[in-house]
């Protein structure tokens, strides 16, 4: 951030200029309800700010402070875009959280579901739809396992090194390393697939939104689904909370089986998940 900041190495105003930053980010996301819509761009406007605020002894008053903070909102205006609500602040997973849930994944199979994305690893990556299909019937499952149960999916994770390598080829990325498994990130697709994130992301709700889905889960579903920029890779994280009652995908019903999802073909196994709740 130093280097950003500043055109010259020092440390001397790296304080009063820091607070300004972070003043002018809070008023921005939680007084004026704004996400930052294109992150390169926001880092590109912030380049070299010491040149261009106060951060001499008068940079501590009131008056100062607030052209400062208003010439900070002034240089990202057009990298801001209204957020929907309070989820941007109260509601979205953090980086820390998301890479706990990966950890996590390695041991808690029924409950989490990692997915690398919608593209195929050819070299025409063509976009596999059926893989939206296979995280709503997961969906489902984690619904199915019990009432004090809840599930994670996690879009954007590589869980095999072969598939790392693939990528990191294919779409000259740097994966992030947690645990055994990889990060790889939602935005490489946007790109291949010449979409914006938020397009990208749309097309992930839109394929929960139109499933089969209980209409209970289908709800609570799309009310927790987020993204994160994590480390500029971007990844798509799907909460399934809590289900009162068993859920189906139109007049199928699914469970986990480990790291599994299995249609139910038999009485047996819906009542077995029937006696949950």
Request: net charge neutral.
């Amino acid at each position: 951030m130093r280097d950003l900041l500043f055109s010259k190495r020092t440390t001397n105003a790296f304080p009063s200029v820091f607070a300004t930053l972070f003043m002018s980010l809070h008023e921005i996301f939680v007084v004026d309800k704004k996400v930052i819509s294109d992150y390169q761009k926001a880092k590109n406007s912030l380049d070299n700010l010491i040149a261009r605020i106060e951060s001499g002894r008068k940079a501590g008053s009131p008056e100062e402070r607030r052209k400062n903070i208003d010439t900070v909102k002034g240089l990202l205006a057009s990298c801001l875009i209204d957020a929907e609500g309070t989820q941007h602040i109260y509601g979205t997973h953090s980086t820390v959280e998301i890479q706990n849930s990966i950890r996590r994944s390695e041991i808690e199979h029924p409950n989490y579901e990692l997915k690398q994305g919608l593209l195929s690893l050819t070299e025409n990556r063509e976009r596999d739809d059926n893989v939206i299909n296979k995280v709503i019937n997961t969906i489902c499952a984690m619904a199915n396992n019990g009432p004090q149960s809840s599930g994670k999916i996690i879009i954007g994770v590589a869980d095999k090194e072969a598939d790392k390598e693939r990528i990191k080829n294919l779409d000259h990325i740097e994966p992030k390393p947690i645990g055994k498994r990889y990060v790889v990130g939602v935005k490489r697709e946007a790109e291949s697939l010449g979409v914006s994130v938020e397009q990208y992301f749309s097309v992930w709700k839109d394929g929960i939104r139109n499933s089969d889905l209980s209409l209970a889960l289908k709800d609570s579903v799309l009310s927790n689904i987020d993204y994160n920029d994590f480390f500029g890779l971007g990844v798509i994280t799907i909460t399934v909370p809590p289900q009162k009652e068993m859920s189906y995908v139109g007049d199928d019903t699914y469970l986990r089986s480990g790291d599994d999802t299995l249609k139910a073909e038999n009485a047996k196994q819906i009542a077995s998940i029937a006696k949950r709740f």
